[in-house]
């Protein structure tokens, strides 16, 4: 009896979860929606920007697989909400890491999704820009 081996090259095995992310529209389940619609009430947008800085960074919030919301903190005035290209399939459940050469948090930068108790990583995102929302006034 023979022995089969199939060996899947690491850039392929890199690249499936991007991959699987595709350019599909990502949905929002109802409660996701409503949590987003919290998060951004009383607010407007402004001008989408490339980066953010790291102080914009402290808090970090997922709201389903489509949006990723920054902060400095969770009562901050502007809030940036990033909608990854193709979403980031269950970061709201795990851990999301970046590896970058500045303090800022840039457009087209890629993340990975990892799940802490196995250390696989689950899923990559690439981020697009970042739009802020900020407190209005009144």
Do not use: W
Request: aromatic letters at 8%.
């Amino acid at each position: 009896m023979r022995k089969i081996i199939f060996a899947i090259p690491l850039a392929l095995m890199l690249a499936a979860p991007a991959a699987n992310s595709g350019t599909a529209e990502v949905k929002l389940s109802e409660k996701d929606q409503a949590k987003f619609e919290k998060l951004v009430s009383g607010r407007t947008a402004g001008k989408p920007v490339s980066c953010i800085n790291r102080i914009d960074q402290g808090n970090m919030t997922a709201v389903g697989d489509k949006y990723l919301v920054y902060s400095r903190s969770s009562r901050a005035k502007t809030i940036y909400v990033n909608e990854p290209y193709g979403g980031c399939r269950d970061v709201d459940r795990h851990a999301l890491v970046t590896v970058r050469p500045s303090a800022q948090l840039c457009r087209g930068e890629i993340a990975q999704v990892k799940d802490l108790p196995t250390g696989a990583f689950i899923d990559s995102c690439s981020f697009s820009s970042f739009v802020p929302y900020t407190e209005t006034e009144g």
